[in-house]
């Protein structure tokens, strides 16, 4: 039983290591073409960046603001904003969206270091890309009110994120 145990977590860890990459991509790739991301962005003093940690474990994600765009960075030794996933398990239900994320924040299984305007601001930028990322039937169990983008504009970013930005980090 505890080796399954162990199992689990590391499949958990695993996913969530690669979520936590595509979402550098796709937040990049998003950045660069939807207007009302890069106005989001837009509000973010300069410099600014961002960073999603799991506590419990050695799993982050850089965000910084560079040219009105959000890009994925290595390693940074300060974060203007940081968002703290509690456990794991938490974790893994908010980035695979089993659970919203304003539940997350409303039931205290994150922790946010830094101006809550800022939480604000990066929560809708994750709803634009979730809206981007995950078909609709997905999108409506994730998020409380879905952005509105044209069909077009939509499947044209969303090629671009598969095929470009995610796999090849343009």
Do not use: C, H, W
Not at 32 to 46: A, E, G, S
């Amino acid at each position: 039983m505890e080796r399954l145990k162990f199992k689990r977590k590391k499949f958990k860890i695993l996913v969530l290591k690669i979520i936590f990459f595509v979402l550098g991509r796709a937040l990049k790739g998003v950045s660069n073409f939807d207007k009302n991301v890069q106005n989001n962005i837009l509000k973010f003093p300069r410099p600014f960046i961002i960073k999603l940690s799991l506590e419990s474990e050695d799993i982050n994600l850089y965000l910084k603001k560079e040219d009105n765009r959000l890009k994925p960075v290595k390693q940074s030794d300060y974060s203007d904003f940081t968002i703290y996933f509690k456990d794991i398990e938490t974790a893994f239900k908010l980035m695979t969206t089993q659970k919203r994320l304003d539940y997350g924040f409303s039931e205290n299984r994150m922790n946010i270091k830094g101006d809550l305007t800022n939480a604000l601001i990066f929560t809708e930028i994750l709803e634009y890309v979730q809206t981007y990322l995950y078909p609709v039937f997905i999108v409506k169990s994730a998020i409380k009110k879905i952005p509105k983008i044209k069909i077009v504009n939509k499947i044209i970013v969303r090629i671009y994120l598969y095929f470009i930005s995610i796999p090849f980090g343009i």
